[in-house]
């Protein structure tokens, strides 16, 4: 279940990044690197993590016209990511186009294919704030399974979204297509700006795939401590499945 468990590396510093996966890669799955993160250090912080044993999430939300991202995809997928991300709002063609670079340029380069993943609406976002700051005037879970569907017919693997609407996802597009879940807090644990979350037993009862955690692990006193407590309570939820 560890396996399942990304790491939100949101850090300025390759030091402090590092840092985290050294104590952190027996027992986490895979670490995000954000725009933060990514920005401040550079392409070359996925090869570092990868050489200190870490599989990595390179999530910086490509959104532009398809030939962009695909040639992006493709640089990614070259840089052997475990997974990476996109705007599902950008659309079928940009969603196509990015599968498909993905996995050209895995039988090019002679590596895995990255699971892409198409985000559907941030988990900050409140339903006030979706209608009356982005005009759309549905509730966020039907927009949310509207994308997932575009997703998986476009070929891409997953959608990330918020627990709320794992369920509904679940639904609409079966048991073949990974829901990766921010918005994860453990009961002890603060919400901080998250809106729509969901504690680990909760997200994995409802068919979340992969957990996305940040705060919670890296600003605990123990950091290894509260992986493991995390791990356990997704532990918890597959037995009762």
Request: with cysteine.
């Amino acid at each position: 279940m560890k396996d399942k468990l990304i790491v939100a590396l949101d850090v300025p510093s390759r030091q402090q990044a590092l840092h985290f996966v050294d104590i952190l890669r027996d027992e986490v799955g895979c670490f995000k690197i954000g725009m933060q993160l990514y920005n401040s250090e550079g392409p070359d912080i996925v090869r570092d993590i990868q050489t200190l044993g870490g599989r990595v999430f390179v999530d910086l939300k490509f959104h532009d016209i398809p030939n962009t991202v695909a040639q992006t995809t493709k640089i990614i997928t070259q840089r052997q990511a475990y997974m990476f991300s996109l705007h599902a709002s950008g659309g079928f063609n940009m969603m196509q186009v990015c599968a498909q670079a993905a996995q050209e340029a895995a039988i090019e380069y002679h590596v895995p294919k990255p699971m892409a993943l198409a985000v559907t609406v941030l988990t900050s976002m409140s339903q006030k704030v979706f209608e009356e700051e982005m005009g759309i005037k549905k509730p966020i879970v039907e927009q949310v399974v509207y994308w997932a569907q575009l997703a998986q017919k476009a070929g891409v693997d997953g959608v990330v979204a918020s627990p709320q609407e794992i369920t509904a996802i679940r639904q609409a597009v079966g048991d073949d297509f990974a829901i990766v879940t921010p918005g994860v807090r453990p009961l002890w644990a603060a919400s901080n700006d998250q809106e729509r979350i969901m504690t680990p037993k909760e997200a994995i009862e409802k068919g979340a795939t992969h957990l996305v955690v940040g705060r919670p692990i890296t600003t605990h006193r123990n950091p290894k401590e509260a992986a493991r407590m995390i791990v356990e309570e997704m532990m918890a939820a597959k037995k009762n499945c």
